[in-house]
């Protein structure tokens, strides 16, 4: 066998295994895998080559999203009135000074009342606290419940300790949260003052840059990257628009069942329920806590019934009327999905994880998919081969008792 003839087998043969490789979903599996490993394996090795990203993101990350946010909010207005016949210079115009009027409205009504009020619950948080944890103490020293306590703990105080502690943690931990909040006050500053200029640009060419992105994508693939990005950018749209109406709407049904039953902070309480409502599932039963407190400490039991109908109300509300009609199923996510989403995002990114891990998962799960179906369509290892027999509408026994009835009926 000649060097040609050789060459020639050897291709053949690098073909076959080329190939059978493609074709075989464990091995194709197990070098994607391998692939992924890798990468995950390299990246801390050239981390640096990624600083000046970092640093980017840090100074423009929070303006681009806080104009990212009020973009798709705004956007379907400024579209609005493109339909009227207001071209969209004139309509973002329009925009702005209206925010601006009700930037000042809120300045000189709403800001003077939320600081007060925000102020004096700082001020006394303490105390009520102390005062709500004598109460459970005194609640929890009665003769039936120490009797229960010492069976359940074999010990004095036990239930009431740990009571206190993971309040008192709670709570202090959150005391802390609000402290370094107030310590990044320069970067938001700065976000605000940044993120008018960046929205504004947004709005006005934002509806083109799909297309200045199709033309760094070849020609045979920008059908299906455009679908991509349509879809991903739906997702984004419609669980910013959706948990931002929601979240006004628990804000405003909150202030005002907190104001007609006459508890203190009604405004700024309405506005924590608001702000924690963007935590899906939990936020809202964190923002009660607060609320029930205050209750407690501050009026007689007859409060406590008046808070506890409120809650109700607004989660009847909630669940029945806002949340049906402003987000519906537009996501498309088992609710099982997201509690894991939720748990997962939080034990690895805290707060911002909670917020944005439903978002950010939503449009994986859009990337997952067209990756698999182009997967799927390049290599034809998962035909559509299964073709279970359907189940019959009607069951044979439901058919029967059917015919017997259309008998007597005749």
Known sequence: MGPEQNKTAFSLAASWFVRWVLNNKAVSVLIILLLIQVNILLLPRISFIFAPLLALISVMGLPLIMAGVLYYLLSPLIDWMETKKINRLGGITIVFVVILALLAWGVTALIPVIREQSLSLLENWQDYLASFIAKIDTFFESEFLAGLQEQLTGEEGGITATITDQVGGFFGSTVSGIGNVFGIVSTTVLALITTPFILFYLLKDGHHLPYHIMKFVPSHMREQTYRLLREMNMQISQYIRGQLLVAFFVGLMFWIGLSIIGLEYALTLGILAG?????????????????????????????????????????TLEGRVVQPLVLGSSLNIHPVTIIAVLLTAGSLFGLPGVIIGIPAYAVLKVVLVHLFKWYQSYTGMYADDYNPAPKPLVSEKKKKKLLKRKKKIE
């Open 275 to 315: 702000a924690l409502n963007l935590i899906p599932f939990l936020g809202t039963f964190i923002a009660v806590i607060p609320i029930f407190i205050i209750a407690i400490v501050l009026h007689p039991p007859l409060m406590l019934l008046k808070v506890l109908i409120v809650f109700i109300i607004e989660q």
